[in-house]
Structures are given as structure tokens and as C-alpha cells.
């Protein structure tokens, strides 16, 4: 009965409708379909996709959407729709009585009330907004959207090791291709002069990463800790030769990008994984890390030289200026911000900055865009809500025993999450994929991993 009146709705569309709007009707439910057949191929094009958000999808003149997004809105559909229809979880008795033996829980919500907190605090900027509709717009996409699109959606769908770990090489995959992009960049670099950084390229003509050396920097720094999972988790010699080269690949080009947050982060997560996973050796490390320190030395000086050249010092004064915005615009209104979205508006309406800059600017950091925006209450709210995903992935990594294989995965996303946090400190993608979806993995290990200690609980009181 269902098939015939889809199929009676899509020829009623077919005849009474525009052609371009029966091919977009018919490609939509075709791959809404796809995806609730095969809703991990959808998530694998997620995690691929998430770096690339400048690779879009135009829709006439006005509407511009990254690829991931738009996969991700259908995956997250697909999900709904198989939470709610397919047994064991769905079917007919869930529209009888809401919520009896459903899949749709609370608990499929990973810190909903960090979050719901985070956008009541993004509601009531709006008091202070000229732009209402255009902040109301924002709060729906990005700020709602990254928490539906990258942080429940993986919490849901990697329910097994095995989809776990097929994430993880395509990570590892995705990783390598942007360190290759980066050393291309160097040699085939067009720049005159002694100065060469790894920055991202284009790809028949579309930066699909971007154009800031930033961005080749914050993708490694997520998938740098991912590289040693795999590496633990490896028993084949070549194949762990193969992953341990490509992980030093990815840190030399990540140093090569002379991002200054990208080696903050870098040197951040090493020297937390040394002092908590191998602190018993401390010694041997100090002496390796002294070797390696000699053999980098020359790219040290090499950046220092940069970082004090002209270039680096507007970006410095660009970014001074920004903070200086930031802070008196939070001092307008420093408990409920200026309006979710506003930041580039706000500085666009300084003339001083609009005189030495030409353009507005995105604020460089997560702190000055939240407190200018949606002041100490969106900013406390929002810091909340990472304190919730790094508390939980601390808690069960110190609930597990040092030979559950899932302490030393949970330790690396944890890695992963802090480097990537530390990133956003400096940077502007706080609100988009490439920033959640390591969150939203790293929660749904924590998640996996929990199952796993109840589980062995479980069995060792039944022996017991």
C-alpha cells in the first residue's frame, strides 16, 4: 500500500509539475532511498568529505551548500526514517505508542542538555540583533545543524568495531591525501623568494580544502592521533611500517605548513601521549625527542625567521584588531551577545578596520566570535558542552583496565578532541564538520566502550 502511493505521488508530480522540479523530486527520494538501503556508505562519504567544505553544491545564484552537508542531511533522514520503521527498534507499534521499545531515545542525544542550553543562549541574542531573520537562520545552520549533522549522527551510526575502524582508514586515507596536496605545494610551489610553506592546491580549479596553510594543519592534527589506533591495532609488520611512515609524513608536513596553532596543537597532543600512555619510559623518550628536536632544528629557525617576517606580522595585527572588536562589542552586551552570526557584520561597521583591511573578517578564535555574539552565556554554554565530550572520553578511559583494547582508542580520540578544540582557538571552523565529526566519533567509542565494560561486568557477576 505504501509503494503504490509513493509511486501514485511521484506521477501526480511527473505530470503536474516542471520537468526540473520531477528530476529534482524523483533524485532526492532515489537517493534518500539509497541511503536507507546503505546507510553507512552514506556515513563513509561523510567522513571522507567532512575536510572539503569548500567542495559545493550551487543551487541558481544564491544557494551555495558543501557536499558533506548536503550528504549529511540525507544520511540523517535515512537514519530517522530507519529508527522509526525498521524492526526490531520501529515499525507500526512505535506510531501507536511514542516511545515504547523505540530507537529514539533521549539516550541517542549525546549531551542534548549541554546543547540545548548552548541554543537557548543563541535565542536570546537575538534581543540584541538589527539582523533577527538572518540570526535565526544561523542558529538552525550551523549552529543546530553541527550538533543533528556530525555529533548524533555518528553517535548512532558507528555501532560496531568494525564500522569503527573502517572510519579510521578512511581518516588515514584522507590524511594522506591532504599531506600530499601540501608537498605538492612545496615543490611545484609558484612563490618567488626563500619562503615556501605546504599550503592546500586546487583540484581542477576548486580549492576543495581552501587556500590557508591553516587548513591543510587543522585536518592532520585530527587525524595524527587516529594514525597511532592503527598502529597499535596492526599485527601485519609491513602494514604497521607503512602506517608509522605515513604518520611521520603527515607530522613533517603539518610542521612544513609553519602554522603556528597546527605546531601548538601537534606538540600539545605528543607531549600528552608520552606523559600518559608512555610515561614508564619517559627517559628513552626524552633522548628520542632530543634527536628529533637536532633534526628539525633547521625548520625551527627556518619558521622562526617567517613568523618574524612582515607577512606574519599583519596577520598578527589583522587578528589583534579582530579581538579588539570582539571585546567591545562584547562589552555592549557582555551577557547575551550581539546576535548568533553577527561577528562579520559587526566588524564591517568599524571604518578603521575596513580602512587598513578592506574586507570584514571572521573573528580568529572561538572565544571573541562566542563573546561577541552571544556574550557569557552563549560562551559558558558553549565550553560546557566540550567539557562534556572531554569529561565523558576521560571518565571511561579511567574506568577501563590497561588491557582493553578500547583504553588506548579512547585515549587517541581524546587526543584528537583536545588538539582539535585547541585549534578552534585560533581558527574559524568551529561550527562546520571537520571540526564535530571527530567529536561525535570520539563519542561514539566512548559509547562502545562503555557497552563493553558493562557487558564484562555483566559476565564476570554471572561467573561470579
Known amino acids: 500500500m505504501s509503494s503504490f502511493v509513493l509511486v501514485l505521488l511521484i506521477a501526480i508530480v511527473a505530470v503536474f509539475a516542471p520537468w526540473k522540479i520531477t528530476i529534482g523530486v524523483l533524485a532526492v527520494i532515489l537517493v534518500l532511498l539509497l541511503f536507507f538501503r546503505f546507510i553507512n556508505l552514506g556515513f563513509y562519504l561523510i567522513v571522507f568529505l567532512c575536510p572539503f567544505i569548500y567542495l559545493q553544491l550551487f543551487i541558481g545564484r544564491d544557494i551555495n551548500i558543501p557536499y558533506v552537508d548536503v550528504i549529511a542531511m540525507f544520511v540523517f533522514a535515512a537514519w530517522g526514517l530507519r529508527s522509526l520503521f525498521l524492526p526490531p527498534h520501529g515499525g507500526l507499534p512505535l506510531l501507536k505508542s511514542w516511545g515504547k521499545g523505540a530507537k529514539l531515545s533521549l539516550e541517542n542525544f549525546p549531551g542534548l542538555l549541554f546543547f540545548l542550553l548552548f541554543f537557548l543562549a543563541s535565542i536570546l541574542s537575538l534581543i540584541n540583533t538589527e539582523s533577527f531573520f538572518f540570526s535565526l537562520k544561523y542558529i538552525l545552520r550551523p549552529l543546530t545543524f553541527f550538533y543533528l549533522m556530525f555529533v548524533v549522527l555518528p553517535y548512532n551510526i558507528i555501532n560496531s568495531k568494525k564500522i569503527l575502524f573502517r572510519v579510521f582508514w578512511i581518516l588515514f586515507g584522507v590524511g594522506i591525501f591532504v599531506s600530499l596536496m601540501g608537498l605538492w605545494?612545496?615543490?611545484?610551489?609558484?612563490?618567488?623568494?626563500?619562503?615556501?610553506?605546504?599550503?592546500?592546491?586546487?583540484?581542477?580549479?576548486?580549492?576543495?580544502?581552501?587556500?590557508?596553510?591553516?587548513?591543510?594543519?587543522?585536518?592532520?592534527?585530527?587525524?595524527?592521533?587516529?594514525?597511532?589506533?592503527?598502529?597499535?591495532?596492526?599485527?601485519?609488520?609491513?602494514?604497521?611500517?607503512?602506517?608509522?611512515?605515513?604518520?611521520?609524513?603527515?607530522?613533517?608536513?603539518?610542521?612544513?605548513?609553519?602554522?603556528?596553532?597546527?605546531?601548538?596543537a601537534l606538540a600539545l597532543e605528543l607531549a600528552?601521549?608520552?606523559?600518559?600512555?608512555?610515561?614508564?619510559?619517559?627517559?628513552?623518550?626524552?633522548?628520542?625527542?632530543?634527536?628529533?628536536?637536532?633534526?628539525?632544528?633547521?625548520?625551527?629557525?627556518?619558521?622562526?625567521?617567517?613568523?618574524?617576517?612582515?607577512?606574519?606580522r599583519s596577520s598578527n595585527l589583522n587578528r589583534l584588531a579582530l579581538t579588539k572588536i570582539a571585546l567591545e562589542n562584547f562589552y555592549n552586551h557582555p551577557i547575551v551577545g550581539n546576535g548568533a552570526g553577527t561577528f562579520i557584520e559587526q566588524v564591517s561597521q568599524n571604518r578603521w578596520y575596513i580602512v587598513d583591511y578592506g574586507s570584514p573578517s571572521?573573528?580568529?578564535?572561538?572565544?571573541?566570535?562566542?563573546?561577541?555574539?552571544?556574550?557569557?552565556?552563549?560562551?559558558?554554554?558553549?565550553?560546557?558542552?566540550?567539557?562534556?565530550?572531554?569529561?565523558?572520553?576521560?571518565?571511561?578511559?579511567?574506568?577501563?583496565?590497561?588491557?582493553?583494547?578500547?583504553?588506548?582508542?579512547?585515549?587517541?580520540?581524546?587526543?584528537?578532541?583536545?588538539?582539535?578544540?585547541?585549534?578552534?582557538?585560533?581558527?574559524?571552523?568551529?561550527?562546520?564538520?571537520?571540526?564535530?565529526?571527530?567529536?561525535?566519533?570520539?563519542?561514539?567509542?566512548?559509547?562502545?566502550?562503555?557497552?563493553?565494560?558493562?557487558?564484562?561486568k555483566k559476565s564476570n557477576y554471572v561467573k561470579g
Open 185 to 264: 605545494s612545496i615543490i611545484f610551489s609558484t612563490s618567488e623568494g626563500l619562503f615556501r610553506r605546504a599550503i592546500p592546491v586546487e583540484i581542477f580549479g576548486i580549492p576543495i580544502l581552501g587556500t590557508n596553510h591553516n587548513l591543510i594543519s587543522e585536518v592532520l592534527i585530527s587525524v595524527i592521533p587516529i594514525c597511532f589506533i592503527l598502529i597499535w591495532e596492526t599485527n601485519k609488520l609491513w602494514l604497521k611500517k607503512f602506517l608509522i611512515v605515513g604518520l611521520l609524513f603527515m607530522i613533517a608536513i603539518n610542521l612544513l605548513t609553519l602554522s603556528r596553532t597546527g605546531w601548538i
Open 272 to 312: 600528552i601521549l608520552v606523559f600518559v600512555k608512555y610515561r614508564k619510559n619517559v627517559k628513552s623518550f626524552a633522548k628520542l625527542g632530543l634527536i628529533i628536536f637536532l633534526i628539525v632544528s633547521p625548520l625551527v629557525v627556518y619558521g622562526y625567521i617567517f613568523m618574524t617576517s612582515e607577512v606574519v
Open 362 to 456: 571572521e573573528a580568529h578564535g572561538v572565544v571573541q566570535k562566542l563573546l561577541a555574539e552571544t556574550g557569557l552565556i552563549g560562551f559558558l554554554t558553549f565550553f560546557a558542552l566540550l567539557g562534556y565530550i572531554l569529561l565523558r572520553l576521560v571518565k571511561i578511559y579511567r574506568q577501563m583496565p590497561e588491557e582493553e583494547p578500547f583504553k588506548n582508542i579512547i585515549l587517541a580520540l581524546t587526543l584528537t578532541s583536545f588538539g582539535s578544540i585547541v585549534f578552534q582557538f585560533f581558527q574559524t571552523s568551529y561550527f562546520v564538520s571537520k571540526f564535530w565529526l571527530p567529536l561525535g566519533i570520539a563519542l561514539a567509542v566512548a559509547r562502545l566502550a562503555e557497552e563493553e565494560v558493562r557487558e564484562k
